[in-house]
């Protein structure tokens, strides 16, 4: 098993540019998540889907931000524009079911100048 | 903000000692508690789980306990080793799946 696969691994761009991170999750898996990590607010969580469906968004901070699942095997959190207070570590995570462990991925370092 | 990641708090113990590493929770509705364990350039990577109806749980080295009545959950790694250098986080469910993570201990191992 592969794992929670993120891309890129490192995005440095410049503010007001769009950026576009995947996510494949694990096989079978019918929960996604993206989370967002920083110092000052540690690990929060963003969007999650369940069976390609967006359940709750209400962690996405502003209409700057969107996320797809177009199928089981594909996600994109897209910001646009992007600000240098969006620098942070991006996490996607799936989980088999509900109540159950989430597998995150390595995650996606952005660095918005 | 529900954690807060600006100074977290460490933890030392010399290599072979067991180590505790404790967490707070608020909720009391929450029904599930995870462990997850982050290494540099890495993300968490699951532990140990425990659902409500129980207070304890052992794996392979690690132990979790959880008292729901003031709402404490801990985590006990038996005879450290360098690679359990991490930082260390609890996870509650508060319903819905959402995962609410603590702000995280820094476990440190001295050889």
């Known amino acids: 098993d592969a794992g929670v696969i993120q891309s890129p691994r490192h995005e440095v761009t410049e503010m007001g540019q769009e950026v576009t991170l995947r996510c494949k999750p694990i096989s079978g898996h019918d929960y996604l998540f993206w989370y967002r990590q920083t110092m000052m607010r540690g690990l929060e969580l963003l969007i999650y889907?369940?069976?390609?469906?967006?359940?709750?968004d209400s962690g996405m901070p502003e209409d700057r931000f969107s996320a797809k699942m177009p199928n089981a095997s594909f996600s994109t959190l897209k910001i646009q524009p992007s600000e240098p207070r969006d620098s942070a570590v991006y996490f996607c995570?799936?989980?088999?079911?509900?109540?159950?462990?989430?597998?995150f991925g390595n995650g996606t370092r952005l660095t918005v100048t | 903000g529900e954690s807060v990641g600006l100074h977290l708090p460490t933890l030392s113990v010399q290599e072979g000692d067991n180590s505790i590493i404790n967490c707070a929770y608020s909720n009391s509705a929450s029904d599930y508690f995870i462990w997850y364990k982050q290494e540099s350039g890495k993300g968490p990577q699951f532990i140990i789980d425990i659902r409500s109806n129980m207070d304890k749980r052992q794996g392979q080295r690690v132990t979790v306990l959880l008292n729901k009545t003031v709402k404490h959950l801990s985590l006990q790694i038996a005879a450290t080793q360098p690679g359990d250098s991490a930082v260390y986080f609890c996870a509650e469910n508060r319903g819905a799946q959402k995962l609410v993570f603590g702000q995280g201990t820094r476990l440190t191992i001295n050889p």
């Open positions: 889907f369940n069976n390609n469906v967006p359940i709750d």
């Open positions: 995570a799936s989980s088999l079911a509900g109540s159950s462990p989430l597998h």
